[in-house]
């Protein structure tokens, strides 16, 4: 009896704590995207903005870095990133509620430059005639109309080598000017402040363009030398659009242009459904399969209903644990978990029937159905481990969470089925004085 009270104890053990790592759900369960809602994108990498010889991999490497702090800088919670193949980035935005804004901006280059501007009217007119001089190049700042569309306006001659470049920011921050316009604030590491200061320096009087993707944003006239290591962005800026420069400017110019080769938005209301939908299918589905073991195997199916209640207690608890993804696909996964579970308690309970028709006591016949439906049972079970675990590792999304809920529901699966139940029937025998037992 010691023995079976410290087993008891085990099993509550696991239960209380089960119900403790996952409740409550709503706040320790991460839902998926298309259970949650949110947007889904895959990232095209392409070629360099400049020459370079960094192989595919490691600049895809990099736009994944550069993705990542974007996301971050949105607020979301739990995104997910992650690269496919050698030139691909797909990214999980669940609960984005503005999807054009997200795209926006983790699709702008923010490749910024400062460049000095030729004021020699002479060679502005050649170059928009079609001879740009060597070491020039012609560019337009662009202005909005009152429909708030920008347009080429003012063309300028500048310099095509940059003063100062973006990857000298160490800051970048919404501010307002003294028209209480929205502006970008900048500031520079310890090396781009020197060089910002030598320029400005060196140039009192001349105009320095700031270049942003190839668009002119602003040409000011340098007054005075600024050696405080600040600068600023101005334009006609909404106060959104001025914050959302910052963020991707402070997050850092990507290294390669991007493409979004794919995009799939997934409404709250639909994540919605998919969680009732998924829900019910998988109560009713338990519902079931409970009502067919108590019908047909008894107090055995009693046992195997309690033990397939502690086998979903610790998939959620485990998935919630590791802060794991519950998608509509691993919902699907739960409820073939149910049938499994179920699937080891047959072998079990046909095994005890065969030793009690051979006339064996209960006792021993519990033993000896057990050990010899614990091959079986691992077996079966071990080789649903290595197909979801092949699906676990190689799959994305979806196909991933499919993998995990099975995997998890699996093992589970063998701790209930194998010493769950068995403690229960050993707690029946030995503590009620059973003497006979009702599995069918």
Request: glycine letters at 10%; a neutral charge; proline letters at 4%.
């Amino acid at each position: 009896m010691k023995g079976i009270y410290i087993r008891l104890f085990v099993i509550l053990a696991v239960i209380g704590l089960s119900i403790w790592g996952f409740w409550p759900p709503q706040q320790k369960i991460r839902l998926g995207l298309d259970l949650r809602g949110g947007m889904q994108l895959v990232l095209q990498v392409r070629q360099p903005l400049v020459e370079s010889k960094i192989p595919t991999t490691e600049l895809t490497d990099r736009t994944l870095e550069v993705v990542r702090n974007r996301v971050d800088s949105l607020g979301l919670a739990e995104p997910v990133l992650q690269k496919i193949g050698q030139d691909r980035i797909m990214v999980q935005l669940p609960g984005v509620d503005d999807p054009d804004r997200a795209m926006e901006i983790l699709g702008k280059t923010a490749f910024l430059e400062f460049k000095m501007v030729e004021d020699n009217p002479e060679l502005l007119k050649s170059a928009i005639a079609g001879t740009v001089p060597e070491g020039y190049e012609l560019l337009y700042q662009y202005e909005k109309d009152a429909h708030g569309i920008s347009k080429p306006s003012v063309p300028l001659l500048l310099k095509s080598q940059a003063a100062v470049t973006g990857q000298d920011l160490s800051n970048a921050q919404l501010g307002y000017s003294q028209g209480a316009l929205p502006v970008v604030d900048l500031e520079f590491n310890s090396e781009g402040a020197r060089k910002f200061a030598e320029v400005t320096a060196a140039n009192v009087n001349k105009r320095l363009a700031i270049v942003l993707d190839g668009i002119v944003q602003s040409a000011p006239v340098i007054r005075e030398a600024i050696p405080s290591g600040k600068a600023q962005i101005s334009g006609r800026f909404t106060t959104q659009e001025a914050n959302d420069l910052a963020l991707v400017l402070k997050a850092g110019a990507l290294p390669a242009r991007i493409e979004i080769i794919d995009r799939t938005v997934v409404g709250p209301s639909l994540g919605r459904d998919s969680i009732n939908a998924g829900v019910k299918a998988s109560l009713l589905g338990a519902i079931l399969v409970g009502a067919f073991m108590i019908v047909y195997y008894s107090a055995g199916g009693l046992a195997a209903v309690f033990a397939l209640g502690v086998n979903i207690l610790i998939l959620m608890a485990v998935m919630a644990y590791f802060r794991q993804t519950l998608t509509l696909p691993g919902i699907a996964g739960i409820a073939l978990t149910i049938g499994m579970a179920v699937d080891a308690n047959v072998l079990i309970f046909e095994r005890i029937r065969e030793e009690l028709k051979a006339g064996r006591t209960i006792g021993a016949a519990l033993d000896r159905g057990y050990d010899r439906a614990l091959v079986a049972i691992i077996d079966s079970n071990l080789t649903t481990v290595i197909a979801a675990a092949i699906l676990l590792a190689l799959g994305r999304g979806s196909v991933k969470g499919f993998g995990l809920t099975l995997t998890i529901g699996v093992l589970a699966n063998i701790f209930t089925a194998v010493f769950v139940t068995k403690v229960l029937f050993n707690l029946a025998i030995s503590h009620f004085h059973i003497k006979k037992l009702h599995i069918g």
